[in-house]
């Protein structure tokens, strides 16, 4: 008898435990179908409800109505007001008279401007030139060429002395010949006689055509008038 009851009670035991596993995979059976059916067929999240879409249609309308209002409640632009110019009053500015001079004579003095030029007179020009180059006794001789009596120098200059007859320490002369226009301009310069030569020349014509004369007169008319030029290159002691 004990033998018969061991072997229903382990059968017992068994279908026990067969149930309750049969019960455990249904249940998860159950959830995984229903998280499976959530997964397949998930909520429409997106969906919102018409209330929200008539929020958005009304913003949009209320900022089109305040457009409109804005553009209907513009300000008129004042009118322009008639600003009437104001009169100017005209200011008459008097012209200065201009001071009245009386018509004296003007009297000037006479001024003696002859000089005495005879023959063989001579002009002794200023002993120092050319950057104080020591020069003696350079004279200017007029030597008459006809009747040259009225002809008076008004400005002579003394020639520069050769820088290279100066380190050299040369001395000589240059006579000249030259025309006195009626301008009493020089004109015509021409070399008679030069010691040494061509050491002076340039020098004493550059001298000679500077010189300026009141021109000779015959019958109250200005004449050219020749003369002969003798100039001195002379150092000092």
């Known amino acids: 008898m004990n033998h018969l009851a061991l072997p229903s009670s382990h059968l017992a035991k068994t279908l026990l435990l067969v149930i309750s596993a049969f019960l455990c995979a249904s249940l998860i059976a159950i959830g995984l179908f229903i998280s499976m059916n959530k997964l397949v067929h998930p909520k429409n999240t997106l969906a919102q409800p018409a209330d929200n879409f008539r929020l958005i249609d009304f913003i949009q309308t209320d900022k089109s109505e305040t457009i409109q209002q804005k553009k209907r409640l513009r300000p008129e632009p004042p009118k322009p007001v008639n600003n009437q110019p104001q009169p100017q009053t005209k200011i008459s500015q008097s012209k200065p008279s201009k001071p009245q001079l009386a018509n004296t004579p003007l009297t000037m003095p006479?001024?003696?401007?002859?000089?005495?030029?005879?023959?063989?007179?001579?002009?002794?020009?200023?002993?120092?030139?050319?950057?104080?180059?020591?020069?003696?006794?350079?004279?200017?001789?007029?030597?008459?060429?006809?009747?040259?009596?009225?002809?008076?120098?008004?400005?002579?200059?003394?020639?520069?002395?050769?820088?290279?007859?100066?380190?050299?320490?040369?001395?000589?002369?240059?006579?000249?010949?030259?025309?006195?226009?009626?301008?009493?301009?020089?004109?015509?310069?021409?070399?008679?006689?030069?010691?040494?030569?061509?050491?002076?020349?340039?020098?004493?014509?550059?001298?000679?055509?500077?010189?300026?004369?009141?021109?000779?007169?015959?019958?109250?008319?200005?004449?050219?008038s020749q003369f002969t030029q003798k100039l001195e290159f002379k150092l000092g002691n």
């Open 110 to 224: 006479e001024l003696d401007l002859r000089l005495d030029l005879s023959i063989d007179s001579s002009f002794v020009q200023p002993q120092s030139f050319n950057n104080n180059v020591p020069i003696s006794n350079v004279e200017v001789t007029v030597i008459e060429a006809g009747n040259n009596s009225e002809a008076i120098p008004l400005s002579t200059f003394p020639p520069v002395f050769p820088s290279k007859a100066l380190r050299r320490k040369i001395e000589g002369f240059v006579t000249l010949s030259f025309t006195v226009t009626k301008s009493g301009r020089i004109s015509n310069i021409k070399i008679i006689e030069s010691d040494p030569k061509r050491i002076f020349d340039r020098e004493a014509i550059k001298a000679i055509r500077k010189w300026k004369f009141q021109p000779k007169k015959l019958a109250g008319q200005a004449v050219e």
